[in-house]
């Protein structure tokens, strides 16, 4: 198995508060992906990053913000949870964007209450 | 990026082929075939990938059709720990490198 974690790997919190979630990976790989995941509508991408400091936006990126300081760690925050953002996020790397294979995280489940 | 089509859901008896069909009939010429798995609350697990050729690695099969526009595939021992979601995603290369899934076919396998 790929060398991914997600921390934590269950929350609860409430409407308004801050939550940040850690993707942590010893393989070095230079991409990193946050998606998440909904009952009818799969996986969807939220952002993504190709390097230290360098990220973009997913398909559904509204409400989230990034953070890559070094290889290993690619930070997922939301400013202020909201229900509609109760879901299963996923963290994935690859060693390149084009036709590399994506290995995926554990998962961490979130309720906003 | 191409849409790709599967059914909702499929049985298999354990110990036979299972045979998972994907229909991407607007796949273009640089456009890679993946599939994924998924069982239950775990994350998203590789299986196989393919351009044109078929693929053969120690989980699966993957075939192609010459025209590209579907693929299938097999597993060809299921096992009861093979019951799982299973994705057929059309990846194009390029800078994103994001993976676009669908609904997926729900794999029961029975004993």
């Known amino acids: 198995d790929a060398g991914i974690t997600q921390s934590p790997r269950h929350k609860v919190t409430e409407t308004g508060t801050p939550v940040t979630l850690r993707c942590h990976q010893t393989?070095?790989?230079?991409?990193m992906y946050w998606y998440r995941q909904d009952p009818g509508h799969g996986l969807r991408l939220i952002h993504y990053?190709?390097?230290?400091?360098?990220?973009d936006k997913g398909e559904v990126s509204d409400g989230y913000s990034v953070s890559r300081s070094k290889t290993e760690d690619f930070l997922l925050t939301l400013e202020s949870a909201t229900s509609s953002q109760t879901s299963v996020y996923f963290c994935?790397?690859?060693?390149?964007?084009?036709?590399?294979?994506?290995?995926f995280g554990p998962g961490t489940r979130l309720t906003v209450l | 990026d191409a849409k790709t089509t599967q059914p909702t859901s499929m049985d298999c008896a354990e110990g036979r082929a299972a045979n998972l069909p994907c229909n991407h009939s607007?796949?273009?010429?640089?456009?890679?075939v993946y599939w994924y798995r998924q069982i239950h609350s775990q994350g998203p697990q590789y299986i196989i990938h393919?351009?044109?050729n078929n693929e053969t690695n120690e989980m699966a099969s993957l075939i192609i059709t010459e025209d590209r526009k579907s693929s299938t595939l097999i597993l060809p021992h299921a096992t009861l720990r093979d019951t799982a979601v299973y994705y057929c995603?059309?990846?194009?290369?390029?800078?994103?490198?994001?993976?676009?899934f669908g609904q997926g076919t729900t794999l029961q396998v029975k004993p």
């Open positions: 994935a790397i690859s060693v390149t964007a084009t036709t590399d294979t994506q290995y």
């Open positions: 393989e070095n790989h230079r991409y």
């Open positions: 990053s190709y390097g230290v400091k360098d990220t």
């Open positions: 607007t796949i273009s010429g640089n456009e890679y």
């Open positions: 393919g351009l044109k």
């Open positions: 995603i059309v990846r194009v290369g390029g800078n994103t490198g994001k993976l676009i």
